[in-house]
């Protein structure tokens, strides 16, 4: 799979990319530690995956035939790879933030590359030793890898590796560091196999860097989402936010600022637009396709007025309010894994819940689940659910299949899990006070 360990891929979501058609090769400019773009796009390091895949959207007539990589398995043992395989590049996105950790050019016959406005690499010139010392200047020796059989010469935040067999003699030299690494003069005529960029001094150790200011274009971000909770259950979300708050219009003097906000079961919509601001969108509940499961479904009169959602997509949370009332009655939290249906519709919410834990002889204990917590983990702590599972089909449309599989929903101290099929957790809803009736309700469920 391209060299990578991800055991699932899909096409982004235009079907006509999936056909490439001749177009102009892309020249795009290389910062080192930074950026890889031109005048109208940029792939910036610490860029969240949503906005990659927004760009490519953007720009899906020139940038064709791009792929998602990821693990269906173990979602977190990888990184999450776009894989624009037309013109040779991934975007490589840390398993757990979701931003962009390292930039790969794999192909550099597919893409034209300059520096500081000037060419080192297109159809006319040859991305040589020779050119690549005149275009960044002087560094440290080349690295050898023996067991890729590649030489890497290192920048700050960029290397770029030769391979072995491109040179017409073998060099004699063998190396005696640990891990087969040594240093050495690269041979001339040497050409480039791949480019990285990333940050620090070192691809092997590099993180993702934090969000930069450029990437928050007016939103606000959630760090992290701790449920609070009463003796019962769920009572609220603390939100710890991040923005980025400028003087008049000049990015440069942005700064991070960070705060917390709380919501309540009960806070009125008002209230909780004064907290959080205006959503990203209001979405009015057209049906309730789980009123089945409800005790006489065929006596509840039919609502005149819809129950509605507001969905703060930067923060993977949507609100729900009543229709009557306009009180919240709902949160959902989503952790936006690949695989899952509503996949790279909500950033992944950092969330933390306080479960309680009741064991023969003792007090009740707590312990927290996160957005990282696999289901039978939190079976072990909880004990099975009393209930088995609803099984959870999502479509586009009555005529569309959910290529991602069903999830399964379990209901547990005024919260539903709903778990995918390889034991993460998609999404949890948690919801108020009991009703005056105290079972769960199957249109808790999320839509």
Known sequence: MEGSNCSNVVTLLCDYWAVPLPGPMLDLEVVPERSLGNEQWEFTLGMPLAQAVAILQKHCRIIKNVQVLYSEQSPLSHDLILNLTQDGIKLLFDAFNQRLKVIEVYDLTKVKLKYCGVHFNSQAIAPTIEQIDQSFGATHPGVYNSAEQLFHLNFRGLSFSFQLDSWTETPKYEPNFAHG????????????????????????????????????????????????????????????????????????????????????????????????????????????????????????????????????????????????????????????????????????????????????????????????????????????????????????????????GSTFCFGLQRM???????????????????????????SDLPQ
Request: hydrophobic share 35%; net charge positive.
């Open 181 to 404: 690494l040594a240093s050495l003069q690269i041979p001339h005529g040497a050409t480039v196999k791949r480019m990285y960029i990333y940050s620090g001094n070192s691809l092997q150790d590099t993180k993702a860097p934090m969000m930069p200011l450029s990437c928050f274009l007016g939103n606000v971000y959630a760090e992290n989402v701790d449920v609070l909770r009463d003796g019962a259950g769920p009572s609220g979300l603390r939100l710890r936010l991040l923005t980025a708050g400028c003087g008049p219009g000049v990015l440069a003097d942005a700064k991070m600022r960070v705060f917390e906000r709380c919501v309540y079961f009960g806070d009125s919509c008002q209230d909780v637009l004064s907290t959080l601001g205006s959503p990203h969108k209001v979405f009015y509940k057209s049906e309730d396709k789980m009123k089945i499961h409800s005790p006489s479904p065929h006596k509840q009169v039919p609502s005149k007025c819809n129950d509605y959602f507001f969905n703060y997509f930067t923060l993977g949370v949507d609100i729900l309010f009543d229709a009557n009332t306009h009180k919240v009655k709902k949160f959902v939290l989503h952790t936006n894994y690949p695989g899952h249906y509503n996949f790279n519709i909500y950033h992944r919410c950092e969330f933390k819940i306080p479960l309680a834990i009741k064991r023969d002889s003792t007090d009740s204990q707590t312990e927290t689940c996160t957005t990282y917590s696999k289901w039978d983990n939190i079976q072990d702590l909880l004990g099975h659910p009393v209930e088995k599972p609803v099984v959870l089909h999502r479509s586009s449309s009555p005529n569309n299949t959910n290529p991602f």
């Open 416 to 442: 539903i899990f709903e778990v995918m099929q390889n034991n993460h957790i998609a999404s949890v809803t948690l919801y108020g006070p009991a009703r005056p009736s105290s079972q769960l309700k199957m």
